[in-house]
């Protein structure tokens, strides 16, 4: 019996960028939220070997048109396993993609969190918490959120994290246009707008796995007022107040790239959604429900030539 784990997309709630690193990267602050929208992987055990005797990564992916070598990041991630661990079993992956590519949905890293999981079992590595969080965040800035997702304040380059209490009960209706976007052109976009200038490498601070984390880190740092609004607007549990709170400084390049966004974005207003957002650098952009049903119907309304469409509803934190 292969081992099933499923890996959780997101949305941002909130997303600002506060300059540009000279390492490359972008100092973020974010809200994210985990929904029901899921890849699942099955692992097994593969007897196969490499030339050099490690184990053989087998990867099949069903669903998408994605690479099963290097480029995958569930093929990385357990390679990158083999490395650190010096374990020299092999696995059989087969990844249902659901989740779609290129999309602000955190696909590819929601499935290398996935795959870390599943593999520290799958091989009985006996890792760490800790471990698992700083391996994530060598794979990829989002990573570490989809290790146990849930509502959470994420900081740094997106890595360092603080849990929140769970935002209030809703339903999201997703439109994912036939197009994606690649992150790093928003972000171009964004830097010579906002943040031509590069600014000094920010203090890096550890990765924080502490679930009672978050008024440690309210009080290491000033958080920006965006996502200060959201993160009173969900203790306030008053959805409407998340809805007015919802921001992200990625739309405006993401919109003037793409105009069509905007038009999904007040047709979702049209028809009852009572926010609105892209998230992450797009391309989808999600609409807020009361409940799952309300987004089912919402749904209905929608013209299938916007693009995929999906309601879906929050996903809480996972045991680790
Ligand atoms: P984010 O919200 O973190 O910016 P995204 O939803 O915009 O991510 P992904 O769907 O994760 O984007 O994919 C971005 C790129 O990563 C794609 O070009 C894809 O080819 C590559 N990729 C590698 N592995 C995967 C995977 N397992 N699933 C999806 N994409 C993957």
């Given amino acids: 019996m292969p081992l099933v784990i499923p890996a959780y997309a997101k949305i941002n709630l909130c997303l600002d960028v506060l300059g540009r690193r000279d390492d490359g990267y972008h100092e973020v602050e974010m809200v994210m939220q985990s929904i029901s929208l899921h890849d699942l992987l099955e692992l097994s055990l593969s007897e196969e070997q490499e030339n050099n005797n490690m184990g053989k990564i087998i990867l099949t992916v069903a669903g998408a048109d994605l690479p099963v070598g290097e480029e995958n990041l569930v093929f990385r991630t357990a390679r990158i396993l083999q490395e650190y661990t010096g374990c020299r079993l092999g696995c059989s992956i087969l990844l249902h993609k659901k989740i779609p590519v290129a999309a602000g949905l955190a696909g590819g890293s929601a499935d290398a969190a ?40 994420a900081k740094g380059r997106g ?39 590069v600014i000094n490498t920010m203090q ?16 290491l740092s000033d958080l920006g007022p965006p996502v200060l609004r959201m993160i009173k607007a969900i203790k306030s549990r008053q959805l409407p107040a998340v809805c007015k709170a919802l921001y992200n400084i990625l739309e405006e390049p993401a919109m003037k790239m793409h105009p069509n966004l905007l038009d999904i974005k007040n ?22 429900t009361p409940d799952l049903e309300a987004a089912h119907l919402l749904s209905k309304g929608l013209s ?17």
């Avoid at 009985?124 to 698992?132: G, P, Q, R, S």
């Avoid at 299938?304 to 680790?320: D, F, H, N, T």
């Fill in 159 to 197: 890595e360092q994290l603080a849990f929140l209490e769970a935002a209030p009960d809703m339903g999201i209706i997703l439109v994912k246009p036939a197009y994606g976007i690649s992150t790093g052109e928003v972000y171009s976009k964004l830097n010579s707008a906002v943040y031509p200038q």
């Fill in 114 to 153: 996935a795959a870390l999981l599943g593999l520290n079992k799958l091989w009985n590595l006996d890792l760490t918490v800790a471990e698992l969080y700083a391996l994530a965040a060598k794979i990829g800035s989002d990573v570490p959120f989809c290790i146990k997702g849930g509502t959470v304040l």
């Fill in 204 to 219: 890096k601070k550890d990765i924080t796995n502490d679930t009672n984390d978050i008024h440690n880190m309210l009080c």
């Fill in 267 to 288: 047709i979702l207003f049209e028809q009852g959604a009572m926010g609105v957002l892209m998230s992450g650098s797009g391309s989808t952009i999600f609409g807020i």
């Fill in 304 to 320: 299938p030539s916007l693009g995929s469409i999906y309601a879906v509803k929050l996903q809480g934190a996972r045991e680790v």
